[in-house]
């Protein structure tokens, strides 16, 4: 009997086990994301809906052991404006559900909001039981939290919603989008929440989408916000939300968070967020439209979901930038594609903070000093972003530490007091172990300055670019108060986010510090913009002072009501100075050394065969003015391209008229020699014989733009030619040496344009290169086709105020007086190579106007103005038994012209033939003279008879 009951108890466990595992099996396939009807569409199936984690739970769950996935990515995609007005989030999440991954190794969860219209074809969505055909559309009303399924080999991808009315509350007690903005940090930290314990993972990972303004105004807009549409959250509620979040407080920090918009690829973002994730990843410029290809991302990752993500951030930078090297027409419309992944530990550890902040110290003590000129001149050689103040953190650090402006011409190396904690910055921000970052060939500008390599060695370039895709707000120079309008946000954010730091704290200070350092060189490039421009409009410099420039400072509006004075004055407000004291001081350096029409005199002269214009300027240090530039514009009646310009660079000469060398930058007296414009132009003829007008680059060079036949860009240099004026090689800009056509297997498009470094991006034709099919023209102008030219003589000063230098005709009366009664001197600015009619003579009592002295000109002539020119008033004097000839007043200078009047031309001169009255008078004298001769013969005779 017991063992009769033992068999039966046997045969019970056996049926019990295997009903267990059918059970078992029923399960796995009942919750199988991939479980799809027989023809593969999602809609015809419906899912229970899974447990809180999505997975099967186990007593000691661990990532990737089909019980806990490698990692949970989480999407904050905020949608406003641009994904109403053009679907781009939408495209996104198609490219987040194309990708073919298993969410047993990564899950992503994303939250939909910001945005008043949502795109996204209802096939793509499930409700929370897996169900097709009851979602008509992404929700504008609430923000609602997804997860995304991955496509497989018979289906796409779709989202699963996971919550549909917001994080903040449910049913009763729930929050709509108004309510809940997507520019709140609490709903952020929420949202973290949220996905933090609907998807446990081994790693968790932070993808910030689509709206960002740089440290100044922070992350995320929200189209339901009606108050401020336009304020974000700012770099320290971002901190805070993050650092709140389950995830920071748990695990400890995230495993990477990528910024994917515009602007955020950000050194002090990455500082404010250092302690909360292993990795940092963003653009530093305007991220363009459809960003990076997720679908990619998410395929390699699937490759190996437990991967470093220092690999994986370095290759969503290679896809983001092959992609759009690939694809020009989807460019972004900021200067540049860049994109960069940060250690964060390893920045940390390299001691840039306090580099940066002993820099930002340096900074204000040369401001404090009135020593200005090294960093003023920053800007005009580092690599700017989509807003002016956001500038390449590594080319700002390159040029801080350039002391050209400061030192010798000749001084080797070019040192300053700021040289080597920039050059350490440089390095560590171009160790790729640190931040590895790449740009778009798009992104190199043409541009001739000095730079340092790393290596401590200065170098002349062609080229400029992001060299570490980071960037780091700065100031600009010139400033106006656009650029103000981004200082007093920043100033307002720096000062908001130190105080989240300890005193004490290295990141306090540096926040602080460097923050009024941009005050300080803001205001100083303000007032020197105001200074200029007060001179320029005629304010004699000397009565130029601290109310002066207050006052012109005041006066500035643009065309949007927020920007102008507003801003500017909170640069005023923010600064811990006694702006009045400080800036007194410095606008009296500014005013000393100002370049004005005073300073600068143009002559004319010839040296073996060449006439020159030469510019003379005084008592202005040449760390001050830029060298000066002729731009020779052409006018023709094709208006179908861009207008030919001609640009001819100054030489600065010594005082013996040979080019000039040593001692360059100091001195306050200086001449230039330009070389006059000829009347000749260039142009490349094609092998059709078609006709190009070109701008020069040499007497064998033009400028060019040059692509593919399949319109991709090869980058902007010159088309260069030999000796018998073919063409014979492609000097591309930031390459090492030429191309010789003869290694092109195809055509090249050549898209001829004006100097790049100064003309701007322009394009004057564009025709078919095949081979060495074309020759290079050199011809008059009239030629050519081109009906006139205009011609400007303009040198910068260093805030970029552009003083034209025109010829001043001075004329003089020299002792007459003009129609309206008055003799002073008149002067008369007129456009370089014009002609200039002679004024009319003034009048002088007792004296004739006989020409223009300083050449002979009368009234009514034309004159060539290609230089100064004084024109004295040359007089002759009225005979004096005229009636009314006397001039008391003026007899003394009469006397005194008559005499400088010696030795001139007969034009200039008093007639030599006697008058018929001098001949009367003369036969008058000889016949009283015969009289009296007789008279005394007659005398003597009788004296002698008696």
Request: glycine share 8%; net charge negative.
């Amino acid at each position: 009997m017991n063992s009769l009951n033992g068999a039966v108890a046997r045969r019970f466990l056996l049926a019990l086990g295997i009903m267990l595992a059918m059970a078992a099996v029923m399960l796995g396939i009942a919750i199988s994301p991939t479980a799809f009807a027989e023809d593969g569409d999602p809609a015809a199936t419906e899912e229970p809906a899974p447990d809180d984690s999505g997975l099967v739970a186990t007593e000691d769950p661990s990532p990737g052991d089909g019980s806990k996935p490698f990692r949970t990515i989480m999407i904050y995609l905020d949608g406003a404006s641009s994904e109403e007005n053009n679907p781009v989030c939408s495209a996104m999440l198609k490219e987040y559900m194309a990708s073919k991954f298993d969410r047993s190794d990564f899950r992503i969860i994303v939250m939909t909001g910001g945005s008043l219209k949502w795109h996204l074809d209802a096939n793509y969505l499930r409700d929370k039981d897996g169900n097709a055909g009851t979602l008509t559309e992404i929700s504008s009303e609430y923000n609602q939290i997804w997860e995304v399924y991955g496509a497989t080999d018979d289906a796409e991808g779709y989202l699963r919603l996971l919550d549909g009315d917001g994080v903040s509350g449910d049913g009763a007690n729930a929050k709509t989008s108004a309510e809940e903005l997507m520019s709140d940090p609490d709903t952020l930290q929420q949202f973290i929440n949220y996905a933090y314990s609907v998807a446990p993972a081994g790693k968790y990972d932070l993808v910030l989408n689509d709206h960002g303004s740089g440290p100044g105004r922070g992350y995320g807009y929200d189209d339901h916000d009606t108050e401020s549409p336009d304020v974000g959250l700012s770099l320290l509620e971002l901190r805070q939300a993050i650092s709140g979040s389950e995830v920071v407080q748990d695990v400890g920090k995230f495993d990477f968070i990528n910024f994917d918009c515009c602007l955020l690829g950000n050194f002090e973002t990455a500082l404010a967020l250092e302690d909360y994730t292993d990795y940092f990843l963003g653009s530093a410029d305007v991220d363009p439209m459809p960003t990076v290809d997720y679908t990619a991302v998410f395929d390699f990752l699937a490759t190996d979901p437990d991967m470093d993500a220092w690999v994986l951030g370095c290759k969503l930078v290679d896809l983001f930038v092959d992609y759009y090297d690939e694809n020009t027409s989807a460019i972004s419309i900021g200067p540049s594609e860049t994109y960069c992944v940060v250690n964060t530990d390893k920045l940390k550890q390299s001691g840039i903070v306090d580099k940066l902040l002993a820099i930002a110290r340096q900074m204000r003590a040369e401001a404090t000093a009135g020593s200005f000129y090294d960093e003023i001149c920053v800007p005009k050689d580092s690599y700017r972003f989509g807003y002016t103040n956001l500038q390449d953190f590594a080319t700002v650090m390159e040029q801080l530490g350039i002391g050209l402006y400061e030192s010798d011409w000749e001084e080797p190396g070019f040192l300053n007091a700021y040289t080597q904690s920039a050059l350490e910055i440089q390095n560590i921000l171009h160790d790729e172990d640190v931040v590895y970052s790449r740009h778009t060939q798009r992104s190199n500008k043409t541009h001739a300055f000095f730079g340092r390599d790393d290596d401590g060695s200065i170098t002349a370039r062609a080229t400029k670019s992001p060299t570490s895709g980071l960037s780091i707000f700065s100031f600009a120079n010139p400033s106006n108060g656009d650029v103000s309008y981004e200082v007093a946000f920043y100033a307002e954010a720096m000062e908001e986010l130190s105080g989240a730091y300890g005193e004490g704290s290295t990141e306090k200070e540096l926040f602080e510090t460097y923050m009024q350092a941009i005050l300080d060189y803001e205001l100083i490039c303000n007032t020197g913009v105001a200074v200029s421009n007060l001179v320029e409009d005629g304010c004699d410099p000397n009565e130029i002072d601290y109310d002066k420039v207050h006052a012109y400072l005041q006066s500035q509006k643009s065309g949007e009501s927020k920007r102008g004075w507003e801003y500017i004055s909170k640069a005023f407000d923010a600064s811990d100075r006694d702006v009045e004291a400080w800036l007194g001081g410095i606008i009296e350096i500014q005013r000393e050394e100002v370049l004005n029409h005073d300073k600068v005199s143009l002559k004319t002269e010839s040296h073996d065969g060449t006439d020159y214009y030469r510019l003379d300027v005084a008592d202005t240090p040449k760390r001050v003015i830029d060298v000066p530039v002729l731009t020779v514009t052409a006018n023709r009646e094709d208006e179908v391209f861009n207008k030919p310009t001609r640009t001819f660079y100054g030489t600065r000469m010594a005082s013996d008229g040979e080019e000039s060398a040593g001692d360059y930058m100091s001195a306050t007296d200086s001449s230039y020699q330009i070389p006059k414009f000829d009347g000749q132009w260039y142009a490349v003829q094609d092998a059709d014989g078609g006709v190009y007008l070109a701008s020069d680059a040499s007497d064998h060079s033009v400028y060019a733009n040059f692509y593919s036949m399949d319109g991709k860009s090869m980058g902007a240099g010159e088309l260069l030619f030999d000796a018998d004026g073919n063409a014979d090689s492609i000097y591309l800009y930031g390459n090492t040496i030429p191309i010789s056509l003869d290694t092109f297997e195809e055509m090249v498009t050549v898209a001829l344009c004006n100097d790049p470094s100064y003309g701007g991006e322009t394009v004057l034709g564009s025709f078919v290169l095949e081979g060495k099919n074309a020759k290079l023209v050199k011809d008059s102008c009239s030629n050519l086709g081109i009906d006139d030219v205009e011609l400007t003589l303009a040198i910068s000063d260093m805030y970029d105020a552009r003083h034209e230098v025109k010829p001043e005709l001075t004329f003089d009366p020299a002792g007459g007086q003009w129609e309206d009664g008055t003799n002073a001197i008149k002067k008369y600015e007129t456009t370089l190579e014009s002609s200039f009619d002679i004024i009319d003579a003034p009048t002088r009592e007792g004296y004739t106007f006989v020409c223009w002295q300083g050449s002979e000109y009368q009234p009514g002539e034309n004159y060539l103005a290609d230089s100064d020119h004084t024109f004295t008033a040359l007089w002759e004097k009225n005979p004096e038994n005229d009636p009314g000839t006397t001039d008391p007043e003026h007899s003394d200078d009469a006397d005194n012209q008559d005499s400088d009047n010696q030795g001139e031309t007969d034009r200039g001169k008093s007639s030599i033939i006697p008058s018929l009255g001098d001949l009367l008078n003369l036969m008058y004298l000889l016949l009283v003279s015969a009289a009296l001769g007789g008279a005394i013969a007659v005398a003597a005779k009788n004296r002698k008879r008696n």
